[in-house]
Structure formats: C-alpha cells, structure tokens
C-alpha cells in the first residue's frame, strides 16, 4: 500500500468507527449532557481525569466548558484534575501515581459533582482509584472508555453513565473521544441556551 492510500484508509477506518459509535452511543452521550447540565444549574462542576492522550482530553473538555464551545455564554465550571504539576508531581512522589486523581476528587468533589473519568481501555488504575473516591464524596460519574470498557465497567454504579467506544483500536477510540466531547459540550449548551442560540 503507497502512502496516500494508507492515509486514506485511516479516514475510511474512522469514519467507519465512528458510524457504529453514534449508533451505540447517542442514547448514553444524550444522558450525560442531562447530569452534566443538572449539575450546573445546581451549581456544582464537572472535574475531567485521564492519562496521556485523555488527559489532553480532559483539559480540551475543561477549556471548552470553562470558555465556551462555539456559542457565546457565562463561562461553566468545569476543571481538568490532569494540568497542576506540582500536585500531581507532589501526590505521586509523595504517595503514588495511583493517587495522584483520587486525592483531588477527595478535596474538591462535592455532592451533586461529576467527573468525567476518562481511559481508552477502561483499566487506568489511577482513573478507577478517582471514580472510587468520587462514590464516597456523592459525585456522579461519567466513564469514556472504549475496549469493551475495561476493568471500569464492573466497578460503575447503576446512576453512573458509561460511554463506551465500540472499537479497539487506541487511535480510533481516541477519535471518537474527540467528538464525544464535543457532542457533550453542544448539547451542553443547547440544553442550557436552546437551540438557536
């Protein structure tokens, strides 16, 4: 296979994963705006965890919210747990790396909060050590795996929210981490501006 075609079956292939993504997911994407929102307008925050790629994602996630998306807006709470280098540098030294989430859902999470725990396998000890922490503090979950979910899966409650990639291939997951986060971040928005906004 010459370059471009190789380039051209990475689009073929993501195009095709997120196909049998929108089937599989609308519904769970559609039920986490609607906790997500109700969070806010109770007046509670969205914290966002994950490693490498999906800490990129969490911050994306968190600047979206906290700025705006792509319609003007009062600016939403919403932190990335992934961005202080010198509490996670301090958690992990001092602890351990599996910690380095779980001890800042422990200090900022509250009731009524969400966190959107991110893994494209499903089986990050330090995103399952912070979704730990948040069943105790009262915060919601939303899980972005994909892989079948992982470990995760067996350890999220039946008000959380799982929204799991049909694939398994990491680049593909990844892809469509992407657009979920902008689907909840439109819907988001709808729900709290409206439509034509």
């Known amino acids: 296979m010459n370059l471009p075609d190789r380039i051209r079956q990475h689009f073929e292939d993501s195009i095709a994963a997120k196909r049998a993504a929108a089937d599989a997911m609308a519904g769970p994407i559609a039920a986490a ?69 779980a001890k800042q859902v422990m200090a900022l999470g509250r009731p009524g909060d969400v966190l959107l725990a991110i893994s494209t396998s499903g089986n990050s000890p330090n995103v399952m050590e912070a979704i730990a922490v948040a069943h105790q503090r009262g915060v919601r979950v939303v899980a972005l795996t994909g892989k079948g979910g992982g470990k995760m899966t067996a350890q999220l409650k039946s008000d959380d929210i799982h929204l799991c990639v049909p694939a398994d291939r990491t680049a593909r997951i990844q892809e469509v981490h992407l657009l979920t986060l902008h689907c909840l971040c439109d819907g988001i928005d709808t729900l709290l501006l409206g439509d034509s906004a």
């Open 33 to 101: 705006v609607q906790a997500m929102v109700d969070c806010l307008k109770a007046g509670g925050k969205i914290m966002a965890c994950g490693n490498g790629g999906s800490a990129a994602d969490s911050q994306h996630f968190a600047a979206e919210l906290l700025n705006r998306f792509e319609k003007e807006r009062a600016p939403l709470a919403a932190i990335a747990l992934t961005t202080d280098t010198s509490t996670l540098t301090s958690i992990g030294n001092d602890y351990r790396f599996e910690d380095v989430f």
